[in-house]
């Protein structure tokens, strides 16, 4: 039955304030609230807003997050101040008090409002966010499989919060990156069987620099997603989608890297570092490195391999003759291999649609 | 200053669907929204959009049901239009990207939900609303062209010429503070509900009632203000939203004896009766002492028996919401609910065409009332109102705005715009706070006009509101900037929350009868002889008058009404 929940408690939250209008920079500001230890962060925040200083800046709007007004950075984690519980919050607090911070990656505009017009908006506007099917509509509905939907709605179930993007590592560094939010957009018109662009709009996202392969594979965006989204593994399965079905050779190279990097833990049970980059660049075979693109990849890389040498993080002989792993276990991987490619489609894991866990034994 | 043929105030389903529609019969369209279109409230809807798209179902069931549900005081002709509208809307939505449940056979999906003969509720999981919503965004963004976007601009007041009628709006750029006219030939109004003028409710902190208040002012009537609704599931905690959905799936309802006690009440229908009944049946569990909890003052909604991949893929955002703010996994334990405030079947009046009284001024949504609703909506036909009736209001004011020439506006107004919200910045700290009046309203309202009514309470409540109304003239605030004020729009919100309350709680007290989400337990029967009437409150004055308008009939006489 529902648990009974313990009385109020007095918790501080510190708030990051700034007033664009003052000409000074920005500050923290703390007020105590008192709430049952269950409510949210959101709550202290409003609780703050209508006791002590109304002009206290946040978006938000449903409490219940659903409408994605809320992000924030709370105790340097991104999320939704309605969706983190005050206890939860001050047991991640460095000395007690809840700091909550406007997100990042994006400018501020007032205390935690940030811009997302400038930054989130614009990027979901290049992925053409719209389902192109231009052709006569049927009299009724599309006929497409069951499983189709709900994988889309995956990504249709995204709320907009920001939360992804405020943390993207590769958008810190190039801040250019279409980003996780607008790619996992992409990917619901990509997987959607209604799409008649797929491959025009994947072609799209890996001819852009700035585009599919420039994720980093960070996991960040996976973490601070409070919809369990999954914004990397959007990317990924765009990635797939790209490479296996649609053959598109990229210009990030990032077909030929991820191709080179299956083959050669499917050859030596594990990664053989010094042949990924000249198959990645001169073909997938051993001959690959005699490919003058490769060549001139591995001569650009040779002071890094020496500086790993040197510092012995890795030997001359792993170096030109890779990993050895003992043979059963080799057997396994080659048998993870034999499974996988003897189906007859591509097995994704969408624990979306699969659900959590098997169903209980009845 | 901007004109556009049809200006649209609220960006949520209505507002979205009235844009799209206006714009592709080549209108020059704006549209405002306080928030970004996607943070609109039309995002919580859950359960999902009636429509007879089954083969086996035919439009008219569902307008009987529509008419049952109403408790008769809907009017007919706009129940017949939305419902046989319904099926070639849910196929527009399924052509334009909404990513509809299907079946084995991959057509759309149908759920049971309260007071249909049949399933009839398509849906996407437990996100309807939002997926809806963020396609019709995907939309105005592929047609950002036609299509004007004021995202984050707070309207203060209606503008209506020499001749009466509507011409625009004065409007506030929430983030840089400035005040502007948007001129416009024809403004549609969809600026959804007034639950905030409850605590608790479902509703989000935006719903302030805005647009039923601004027309109000501009003299437009507002009918069947006394039917709110109270939602038969809502967490005891906080009040937010568990879908109808649930109970749609197989959930049940058990009181602190674990009895199924809506045997007693809906025979038939069990926890699929109606809004107004099955939340009744609570509220009389609850007084009765047969409520669950510490308090006794909540039902165990449970949905253990729904297996639970099914629960996980259908149901994910009330599994979440049990999880994150009542700490119970739903899929396992029941969960306590009660019934709390959701929605306001009244409204701005309208005609089948969205039309207001006030000629250029048109409503739709919740905003509005058609009244397809009267005394109780049916789950799932909320989203269904929004787009039927915005997408005729569109069309209807982009036909109007091709015969006509844009209106000539002076800024008068806009000046005493500037001077209310500079007068709100500059009040003393002598008064009550602005947040301490809402509150008050929020609490009374929630205790005297809510699922069980009668004279004295509903007295006490006018009252209160009275005095409030009084207390916010000098109630004050504490951001004295420009740059997001969003206490200074609160103070603004507060005054149209206030005009709303007044006009539900003169209603209230004006219908002296129990029908629909309207029961007095001072006059506990419905009353037909007498009552079988709509209630209009417009401005007279300066205060409410009361009017009727007659129910209009076309193939359904009253009848008693069960479940």
Same mark, same amino acid.
């Given at each position: 039955?529902?648990?009974?929940?313990?009385?109020?408690?007095?918790?501080?939250?510190?708030?990051?304030?700034?007033?664009?209008?003052?000409?000074?920079?920005?500050?923290?500001?703390?007020?105590?609230?008192?709430?049952?230890?269950?409510?949210?962060?959101?709550?202290?925040?409003?609780?703050?807003?209508?006791?002590?200083?109304?002009?206290?800046?946040?978006?938000?709007?449903?409490?219940?997050?659903?409408?994605?007004?809320?992000?924030?950075?709370?105790?340097?984690?991104?999320?939704?101040?309605?969706?983190?519980?005050?206890?939860?919050?001050?047991?991640?607090?460095?000395?007690?008090?809840?700091?909550?911070?406007?997100?990042?990656?994006?400018?501020?505009?007032?205390?935690?409002?940030?811009?997302?017009?400038?930054?989130?908006?614009?990027?979901?506007?290049?992925?053409?966010?719209?389902?192109?099917?231009?052709?006569?509509?049927?009299?009724?509905?599309?006929?497409?499989?069951?499983?189709?939907?709900?994988?889309?709605?995956?990504?249709?179930?995204?709320?907009?919060?920001?939360?992804?993007?405020?943390?993207?590592?590769?958008?810190?560094?190039?801040?250019?990156?279409?980003?996780?939010?607008?790619?996992?957009?992409?990917?619901?018109?990509?997987?959607?069987?209604?799409?008649?662009?797929?491959?025009?709009?994947?072609?799209?996202?890996?001819?852009?620099?700035?585009?599919?392969?420039?994720?980093?594979?960070?996991?960040?965006?996976?973490?601070?997603?409070?919809?369990?989204?999954?914004?990397?593994?959007?990317?990924?399965?765009?990635?797939?989608?790209?490479?296996?079905?649609?053959?598109?050779?990229?210009?990030?190279?990032?077909?030929?890297?991820?191709?080179?990097?299956?083959?050669?833990?499917?050859?030596?049970?594990?990664?053989?570092?010094?042949?990924?980059?000249?198959?990645?660049?001169?073909?997938?075979?051993?001959?690959?490195?005699?490919?003058?693109?490769?060549?001139?990849?591995?001569?650009?890389?040779?002071?890094?391999?020496?500086?790993?040498?040197?510092?012995?993080?890795?030997?001359?002989?792993?170096?030109?003759?890779?990993?050895?792993?003992?043979?059963?276990?080799?057997?396994?991987?080659?048998?993870?291999?034999?499974?996988?490619?003897?189906?007859?489609?591509?097995?994704?894991?969408?624990?979306?649609?699969?659900?959590?866990?098997?169903?209980?034994?009845? | 200053?901007?004109?556009?043929?049809?200006?649209?105030?609220?960006?949520?389903?209505?507002?979205?669907?009235?844009?799209?529609?206006?714009?592709?019969?080549?209108?020059?369209?704006?549209?405002?929204?306080?928030?970004?279109?996607?943070?609109?409230?039309?995002?919580?809807?859950?359960?999902?959009?009636?429509?007879?798209?089954?083969?086996?179902?035919?439009?008219?069931?569902?307008?009987?049901?529509?008419?049952?549900?109403?408790?008769?005081?809907?009017?007919?002709?706009?129940?017949?239009?939305?419902?046989?509208?319904?099926?070639?809307?849910?196929?527009?939505?399924?052509?334009?990207?909404?990513?509809?449940?299907?079946?084995?056979?991959?057509?759309?999906?149908?759920?049971?939900?309260?007071?249909?003969?049949?399933?009839?509720?398509?849906?996407?999981?437990?996100?309807?609303?939002?997926?809806?919503?963020?396609?019709?965004?995907?939309?105005?963004?592929?047609?950002?062209?036609?299509?004007?976007?004021?995202?984050?601009?707070?309207?203060?007041?209606?503008?209506?010429?020499?001749?009466?009628?509507?011409?625009?709006?004065?409007?506030?750029?929430?983030?840089?503070?400035?005040?502007?006219?948007?001129?416009?030939?024809?403004?549609?109004?969809?600026?959804?509900?007034?639950?905030?003028?409850?605590?608790?409710?479902?509703?989000?902190?935006?719903?302030?009632?805005?647009?039923?208040?601004?027309?109000?002012?501009?003299?437009?009537?507002?009918?069947?203000?006394?039917?709110?609704?109270?939602?038969?599931?809502?967490?005891?905690?906080?009040?937010?939203?568990?879908?109808?959905?649930?109970?749609?799936?197989?959930?049940?309802?058990?009181?602190?004896?674990?009895?199924?006690?809506?045997?007693?009440?809906?025979?038939?229908?069990?926890?699929?009766?109606?809004?107004?009944?099955?939340?009744?049946?609570?509220? &009389?569990?609850?007084?009765?002492?047969?409520? %669950?909890?510490?308090? *006794? !003052?909540?039902?165990?909604? /449970? +949905? =253990?028996?729904? @297996?639970?991949?099914? &629960?996980?893929?259908?149901?994910?955002?009330? %599994?979440?919401?049990? *999880? !994150?703010?009542?700490?119970? /996994? +739903? =899929?396992?334990? @029941?969960?306590?609910?009660?019934?709390?405030?959701?929605?306001?079947?009244?409204?701005?009046?309208? !005609?089948?065409?969205?039309?207001?009284?006030?000629?250029?001024?048109?409503?739709?949504?919740?905003?509005?009332?058609?009244?397809?609703?009267?005394?109780?909506?049916?789950?799932?036909?909320?989203?269904?109102?929004?787009?039927?009736?915005?997408?005729?209001?569109?069309?209807?004011?982009?036909?109007?705005?091709?015969?006509?020439?844009?209106?000539?506006?002076?800024?008068?107004?806009?000046?005493?715009?500037?001077?209310?919200?500079?007068?709100?910045?500059?009040?003393?700290?002598?008064?009550?706070?602005?947040?301490?009046?809402?509150?008050?309203?929020?609490?009374?309202?929630?205790?005297?006009?809510?699922?069980?009514?009668?004279?004295?309470?509903?007295?006490?409540?006018?009252?209160?509101?009275?005095?409030?109304?009084?207390?916010?003239?000098?109630?004050?605030?504490?951001?004295?900037?420009?740059?997001?004020?969003?206490?200074?729009?609160?103070?603004?919100?507060?005054?149209?929350?206030?005009?709303?309350?007044?006009?539900?709680?003169?209603?209230?007290?004006?219908?002296?009868?129990?029908?629909?989400?309207?029961?007095?337990?001072?006059?506990?029967?419905?009353?037909?002889?007498?009552?079988?009437?709509?209630?209009?409150?417009?401005?007279?004055?300066?205060?409410?008058?009361?009017?009727?308008?007659?129910?209009?009939?076309?193939?359904?006489?009253?009848?008693?009404?069960?479940?």
């Amino acid at each position: 039955m529902a648990e009974t929940h313990k009385p109020p408690e007095k918790f501080t939250l510190r708030m990051r304030r700034y007033d664009p209008e003052s000409g000074q920079a920005p500050y923290w500001d703390e007020h105590t609230i008192e709430l049952e230890p269950h409510r949210s962060v959101l709550e202290g925040i409003l609780q703050a807003k209508a006791e002590f200083d109304g002009s206290i800046g946040i978006r938000c709007s449903c409490r219940a997050a659903i409408c994605g007004s809320c992000g924030v950075r709370i105790n340097g984690e991104p999320g939704l101040a309605c969706h983190t519980h005050l206890d939860h919050a001050r047991a991640s607090a460095k000395d007690g008090a809840i700091e909550v911070e406007p997100m990042g990656n994006m400018p501020v505009i007032k205390d935690m409002i940030v811009d997302m017009d400038a930054v989130h908006w614009k990027k979901v506007q290049r992925v053409t966010p719209w389902l192109i099917n231009e052709g006569p509509q049927p009299e009724r509905e599309h006929i497409v499989s069951r499983e189709s939907m709900v994988d889309i709605t995956q990504t249709m179930a995204c709320i907009q919060c920001g939360a992804c993007v405020s943390d993207c590592l590769a958008m810190e560094v190039d801040p250019g990156f279409i980003g996780p939010a607008a790619l996992a957009k992409a990917y619901r018109f990509v997987g959607d069987p209604r799409d008649e662009e797929q491959r025009e709009r994947l072609l799209d996202l890996s001819e852009d620099p700035q585009g599919l392969y420039d994720c980093t594979h960070c996991f960040k965006c996976v973490e601070a997603c409070p919809k369990d989204v999954n914004p990397m593994g959007q990317i990924m399965r765009l990635r797939r989608i790209a490479g296996n079905d649609q053959h598109i050779v990229d210009r990030n190279n990032g077909e030929r890297h991820e191709q080179a990097f299956v083959t050669l833990v499917k050859d030596s049970g594990l990664l053989h570092e010094a042949e990924l980059l000249p198959r990645s660049y001169g073909g997938n075979s051993w001959f690959g490195k005699f490919h003058p693109a490769a060549g001139k990849e591995l001569l650009s890389s040779l002071p890094v391999a020496i500086r790993g040498v040197m510092k012995r993080k890795m030997s001359i002989k792993i170096a030109l003759f890779g990993h050895k792993i003992p043979k059963q276990d080799l057997d396994a991987v080659k048998k993870i291999y034999a499974k996988i490619e003897s189906k007859p489609e591509r097995y994704e894991l969408n624990l979306y649609v699969s659900g959590e866990d098997e169903e209980e034994a009845a | 200053m901007p004109a556009h043929d049809v200006l649209i105030i609220g960006a949520g389903l209505a507002g979205q669907r009235a844009a799209l529609a206006a714009a592709e019969a080549g209108s020059s369209v704006g549209i405002v929204s306080k928030v970004h279109p996607v943070r609109s409230h039309s995002v919580a809807a859950a359960g999902g959009i009636n429509a007879a798209i089954n083969v086996a179902d035919d439009w008219k069931s569902h307008a009987y049901d529509t008419v049952k549900g109403s408790d008769f005081l809907g009017d007919q002709d706009a129940i017949e239009i939305m419902c046989s509208e319904a099926p070639r809307e849910v196929m527009h939505l399924e052509h334009i990207g909404v990513t509809f449940h299907r079946n084995d056979d991959g057509e759309l999906d149908l759920r049971a939900f309260g007071g249909a003969s049949m399933k009839r509720t398509a849906y996407v999981a437990d996100i309807t609303g939002q997926a809806i919503l963020h396609v019709l965004y995907e939309q105005l963004m592929k047609h950002h062209e036609q299509v004007d976007r004021y995202e984050e601009w707070f309207v203060t007041s209606l503008l209506k010429d020499d001749g009466g009628r509507c011409c625009g709006v004065i409007a506030r750029d929430v983030r840089s503070g400035r005040m502007e006219v948007l001129k416009a030939k024809n403004v549609i109004l969809a600026s959804g509900g007034a639950g905030q003028v409850y605590s608790p409710t479902t509703n989000a902190l935006i719903v302030t009632g805005d647009g039923i208040a601004q027309a109000y002012r501009a003299g437009a009537p507002l009918m069947d203000m006394e039917m709110v609704q109270y939602h038969p599931t809502t967490l005891v905690e906080n009040g937010l939203l568990i879908t109808e959905g649930a109970r749609g799936e197989g959930a049940v309802l058990l009181n602190s004896e674990g009895e199924r006690f809506m045997e007693k009440y809906a025979p038939n229908k069990m926890e699929l009766a109606s809004r107004d009944v099955v939340s009744r049946a609570e509220q &009389t569990e609850i007084l009765e002492g047969r409520g %669950v909890g510490a308090n *006794k !003052d909540g039902i165990y909604l /449970d +949905i =253990t028996m729904v @297996p639970r991949k099914r &629960t996980l893929e259908a149901l994910r955002e009330i %599994v979440n919401i049990g *999880k !994150d703010f009542a700490g119970v /996994d +739903i =899929t396992r334990e @029941p969960i306590m609910i009660r019934p709390g405030q959701h929605y306001i079947m009244g409204g701005v009046k309208t !005609d089948v065409n969205g039309a207001t009284s006030v000629e250029g001024l048109y409503a739709a949504g919740e905003v509005a009332c058609v009244s397809v609703h009267g005394g109780n909506r049916l789950g799932a036909n909320s989203l269904l109102d929004t787009l039927i009736f915005g997408r005729r209001a569109g069309e209807h004011a982009a036909a109007r705005a091709a015969s006509m020439a844009m209106p000539q506006v002076s800024d008068a107004q806009l000046h005493d715009d500037v001077a209310m919200i500079d007068e709100i910045i500059a009040r003393p700290h002598t008064g009550r706070r602005v947040s301490a009046i809402k509150r008050e309203l929020g609490e009374t309202m929630n205790q005297y006009v809510a699922v069980y009514r009668d004279e004295e309470g509903l007295q006490t409540a006018q009252g209160v509101v009275a005095r409030l109304q009084e207390e916010a003239k000098s109630a004050y605030i504490d951001d004295k900037g420009t740059v997001f004020n969003q206490d200074v729009l609160g103070a603004i919100e507060l005054g149209y929350m206030l005009d709303c309350a007044e006009a539900i709680v003169l209603a209230a007290i004006e219908r002296k009868e129990s029908r629909g989400a309207q029961f007095r337990t001072d006059f506990p029967e419905r009353n037909d002889e007498d009552w079988l009437k709509h209630i209009d409150i417009s401005l007279n004055g300066d205060g409410p008058g009361i009017g009727y308008s007659p129910v209009t009939f076309t193939q359904w006489r009253p009848e008693e009404r069960k479940y």
